[in-house]
């Protein structure tokens, strides 16, 4: 679903003021502003004042805020299950139930104006193919898409994303190329291997367990700049990045990496 006019729904509570429209000033009081009561598209309070309605409206329908993802939120009715998920003005949503399913929709388009947009097909870049056998994701288009815009189209497909050789360091000596010839090159590389995988993507099969596995790696002091390791984790959402303290051995590094698969 989509939330219509989202940022004019939140309440604000800090006092703001706002100068009169053009063609809209009262000639009575030309020289005065307008107090705001709700907040307005363009205002920076807006997104907060629109997210703390709606969380507002949601925890008192009975639903949980997730722990961790606070756009994520829950609602257990007897054996049932529904799961919403927030991302400013989308919002997707579903459960174990249809009759819950089609409360929660009923009960949102009576609270804000909605647009019900049908069965999920494609969210924040990802498309989604559901079927009676299970469930795809997958970027075919955002890759095609990306491939495009920097002229890779064409380019000659590569079956890994690196070398196993390479090892970026800061190359200040490098022919500098945003910022340096040998990061671009290695860029190139992934676009080549997206291009001989575009449509590469998470299969989720109706027949299997609902229980969920996560996997997490460390690779110990693999920056050669501040020492610092990289966590490759994978559960609901994949990442691969530095971790935030240098870890001093590589038991070190596997447990934070485990951790933040764990959050």
Same mark, same amino acid.
């Given at each position: 679903?989509?939330?219509?006019?989202? =940022?004019?729904?939140?309440?604000?509570?800090?006092?703001?003021?706002? #100068?009169?429209?053009?063609?809209?000033?009262? !000639?009575?009081?030309?020289?005065?502003?307008?107090?705001?009561?709700?907040?307005?598209c363009?205002?920076? @309070?807006?997104?907060?004042?629109?997210? !703390? *309605?709606?969380?507002?409206?949601? +925890?008192?329908? %009975?639903?949980?805020?997730?722990?961790?993802?606070?756009?994520?939120?829950?609602? &257990?009715?007897?054996?049932?299950?529904?799961?919403?998920?927030?991302?400013?003005?989308?919002i997707? =949503? $579903? $459960?174990? /139930?249809?009759?819950l399913?089609?409360?929660?929709?009923?009960?949102?388009? *009576?609270? =804000?104006?909605?647009?019900?947009?049908?069965?999920? @097909?494609?969210f924040?870049?990802?498309?989604?193919?559901?079927?009676?056998?299970?469930?795809?994701?997958?970027?075919?288009?955002?890759?095609?898409?990306?491939?495009?815009?920097?002229?890779?189209g064409?380019?000659?497909?590569m079956?890994?994303?690196?070398?196993?050789?390479?090892?970026?360091? !800061?190359?200040?000596?490098?022919?500098?190329?945003?910022?340096r010839?040998?990061? #671009?090159?290695?860029?190139? *590389?992934?676009? #080549?291997? +997206?291009?001989f995988?575009?449509?590469l993507?998470?299969?989720?099969?109706?027949?299997?367990?609902?229980?969920?596995? %996560?996997? /997490?790696?460390?690779?110990?002091?693999?920056? #050669?700049?501040?020492?610092? &390791?990289? &966590?490759?984790?994978?559960?609901?959402?994949?990442?691969?990045r530095?971790?935030?303290?240098? &870890?001093? /051995?590589?038991?070190? !590094?596997?447990?934070?990496?485990?951790?933040?698969?764990? /959050?």
């Amino acid at each position: 679903m989509d939330v219509k006019s989202t =940022f004019l729904n939140g309440f604000i509570e800090e006092e703001v003021y706002v #100068r009169q429209p053009p063609s809209f000033e009262s !000639a009575k009081f030309p020289n005065q502003v307008f107090k705001l009561r709700k907040a307005l598209c363009g205002l920076k @309070q807006a997104p907060k004042a629109w997210y !703390a *309605r709606l969380k507002s409206f949601l +925890l008192k329908s %009975g639903f949980v805020m997730g722990s961790v993802d606070k756009t994520l939120f829950l609602l &257990s009715r007897g054996g049932d299950t529904l799961i919403v998920q927030i991302y400013v003005d989308d919002i997707i =949503f $579903g $459960g174990s /139930s249809h009759a819950l399913v089609s409360s929660f929709a009923e009960q949102m388009s *009576r609270e =804000f104006e909605m647009s019900l947009m049908g069965e999920l @097909q494609f969210f924040l870049g990802l498309q989604i193919k559901q079927g009676t056998e299970g469930t795809f994701v997958h970027q075919a288009k955002y890759t095609k898409d990306i491939l495009k815009k920097f002229d890779m189209g064409d380019s000659k497909p590569m079956t890994t994303p690196m070398s196993t050789n390479t090892a970026l360091v !800061a190359d200040k000596d490098g022919e500098a190329a945003s910022p340096r010839t040998s990061h #671009r090159q290695a860029v190139k *590389r992934i676009f #080549r291997y +997206l291009k001989f995988a575009p449509e590469l993507g998470l299969w989720y099969s109706s027949g299997s367990s609902l229980s969920l596995r %996560g996997f /997490s790696d460390a690779d110990h002091a693999s920056c #050669r700049i501040d020492h610092k &390791s990289t &966590s490759g984790t994978s559960l609901v959402s994949w990442s691969s990045r530095k971790q935030a303290s240098v &870890s001093l /051995s590589t038991t070190a !590094a596997e447990y934070i990496a485990a951790a933040s698969c764990s /959050s």
